[in-house]
């Protein structure tokens, strides 16, 4: 497989359920991202991890609790959700600013996670 | 302080008209500029970006984007439109330095026939 996957593609899912969405990306990247993606808003950056460690955070409440294992995986749990939360949640990943070398900071997604929330 | 303003949720065109969507930003550091597209039940592509050097560039599927400083826009533009362009574009931005790209609202660009 090539580039960014995500899955669940689609998921639904009561208020008290615990489920996870996963994503994995081949593209030898180091940092990545979960956005989120509601109708009429702009995209909202949630977490940002680099080198598998946590660099942004953007007060995003707390029953969403990222994870990321290793530079090739990240997973977003999800507990005791509202149904506002229901959304696309996408996932994306980029080269790392550490590298030492000029990053432009280009996304590459994935087909993101859609959230329904009943 | 970082923002993307799009002008426009909507956009509708004709198949073989000009297609201009139009983007301005704010940026406090030199900016990195995008143009992302979503087709529907998609994640977002890449288009185009400006980092340094030649201020007008052109991207995938016929697309360029012109980075003017002096009035801060970042305007997509494709000179024929074609039915299979239809789909929702994103202007975003980013600084050297961090993790932060900051999308705007999306331009759905419908074609008609």
């Known amino acids: 497989e090539t580039g960014v996957t995500q899955t669940p593609r689609h998921l639904v899912m009561g208020m008290t359920n615990k489920k996870s969405l996963k994503c994995e990306q081949h593209?030898?990247?180091?940092?990545m991202y979960w956005y989120k993606q509601s109708a009429k808003k702009p995209l909202e950056l949630m977490f940002v991890?680099?080198?598998?460690?946590?660099?942004e955070n953007n007060s995003v409440p707390s029953r969403f609790s990222p994870e990321c294992p290793n530079s090739s995986h990240l997973f977003l749990h999800l507990h005791t959700l509202q149904p506002e939360d229901s959304a696309l949640y996408l996932c994306?990943?980029?080269?790392?600013?550490?590298?030492?070398?000029?990053?432009?900071?280009?996304?590459?997604f994935g087909e993101g996670s859609r959230l329904t929330v009943l | 302080a970082q923002s993307v303003t799009q002008l426009g949720s909507h956009v509708s065109v004709s198949e073989g008209a000009l297609v201009l969507l139009r983007c301005n930003y704010s940026?406090?550091?030199?900016?990195?500029l995008f143009w992302y597209v979503q087709y529907p039940n998609q994640g977002l592509q890449l288009l185009l970006k400006?980092?340094?050097?030649?201020?007008l560039v052109k991207g995938i599927n016929g697309f360029e984007a012109e980075f003017k400083k002096s009035e801060t826009s970042f305007h997509l533009t494709k000179p024929s439109a074609h039915m299979s362009d239809a789909a929702e574009y994103f202007c975003?931005?980013?600084?050297?330095?961090?993790?932060?790209?900051?999308f705007g609202a999306g331009t759905r660009l419908f074609v008609k026939a």
């Open positions: 994306a990943s980029s080269q790392s600013w550490d590298r030492g070398r000029l990053n432009t900071g280009e996304l590459f």
């Open positions: 593209l030898g990247h180091n940092a």
């Open positions: 991890y680099s080198l598998e460690e946590r660099v």
């Open positions: 940026s406090s550091v030199p900016p990195y």
């Open positions: 400006y980092t340094t050097g030649a201020t």
């Open positions: 975003a931005v980013s600084g050297t330095g961090g993790f932060k790209t900051i």
